[in-house]
């Protein structure tokens, strides 16, 4: 897959609901628009997402996943996973290498993020040249365990 799906998704959410209008208003006080982002997620249910919503997160977490995998058996993972492992000892999140050792939270995430884009086929969202699912999925699964 490795493509563009921000704009897709995007438009789901913007169909989803009316208070996703909110994130694309102009700049106010500073954190209001990060606080109007938490309310909104806070409010999300499953249940009441969109079912293409739903599968293409599903899909865009599996392609992420299979690029990490790929990236983490690489020799450049290999040296992001001797970076990460010499940790401080704590086991709080799995890292997605053949071992699936767990690490901290931090390093985890870390370590996920780097194999993720090791092999330079994660997502890019084109406007702002920036690869967002490698990013924040590895954080949001380490914070989530």
């Keep these: 897959m490795c493509a563009c799906y921000c704009a897709e998704y995007r438009n789901d959410m ?6 996703a ?7 106010g006080q500073p954190g209001m628009l990060t606080e109007q ?3 909104f997620l806070y409010e999300v249910r ?3 997402l969109p ?5 293409n997160a599903k899909l865009y977490l599996e392609d992420l996943l299979g690029v990490a995998a790929a990236g983490s058996v690489q020799p ?3 040296i992001w996973r001797s970076y990460f492992a010499a940790g401080d000892g704590q086991q709080e999140a799995t890292a997605w290498n053949s071992g699936l050792e767990r690490l901290s939270c931090e390093h985890a995430a ?3 993020a780097a194999c993720a884009h090791v092999m330079d086929m994660d997502d890019v969202h084109n406007a702002s040249i920036t690869h967002l699912g490698a990013v924040t999925i590895p954080a949001a699964l380490a914070v989530g365990q």
């Design 76 to 78: 450049q993972g290999g």
């Design 110 to 112: 870390a370590l996920n």
């Design 51 to 55: 079912s293409k919503a739903v599968d």
């Design 46 to 48: 499953y249940d009441s």
């Design 37 to 39: 982002l938490s309310d």
């Design 14 to 19: 913007v169909r989803y609901s009316k208070k």
């Design 21 to 27: 209008h909110v994130l694309a208003g102009p700049m």
